[in-house]
């Protein structure tokens, strides 16, 4: 026996079990499932739309309200925190503060792109990096 048999026979055996559980279990009514469905949307435990499913137990704090304001205000007087929106703007300049400094042209750098994509070095659209 080559490798390909035993992994058809393992996946035609997974396959088999996987029937043999579902068939343990009793067909069920129209009536019995719209029950249950309905059952757990008034549980919370399913999500309609778009939403993510809330938490099924909440996550207590181990400050209070006053803690965490004292410490907000803290960080606040040291210019500690930043906007987000500022943050982000930081971020794209110095992208352009670091792209700035380029010796190349812009047809220097759209050639060596172009290579790239006739020697398949670039990576296809959808990949991680």
């Not at 393992?10 to 559980?21: C, N, P």
């Not at 939403?51 to 410490?71: C, D, I, N, Y």
């Amino acid at each position: 026996m080559n490798a390909t048999t035993i992994t058809r026979l393992i996946a035609a055996a997974a396959v088999f079990a996987a029937a043999a559980a579902q068939a343990d279990d009793a067909p069920r009514s129209r009536a019995d499932v719209k029950a249950e469905t309905l059952a757990a949307m008034q549980a919370g435990t399913i999500v309609s739309g778009e939403g993510t499913p809330t938490p099924l137990f909440a996550v207590a704090s181990t400050k209070t309200r006053a803690e965490r304001k004292a410490e907000t205000l803290v960080a606040r007087s040291k210019d500690e925190l930043v906007h987000s929106g500022l943050s982000t703007y930081r971020a794209s300049i110095s992208q352009q503060t670091a792209t700035a400094r380029s010796t190349k042209t812009r047809a220097e750098r759209k050639g060596e792109t172009m290579d790239a994509i006739r020697n398949k070095q670039v990576m296809q659209p959808g990949e991680a990096a």
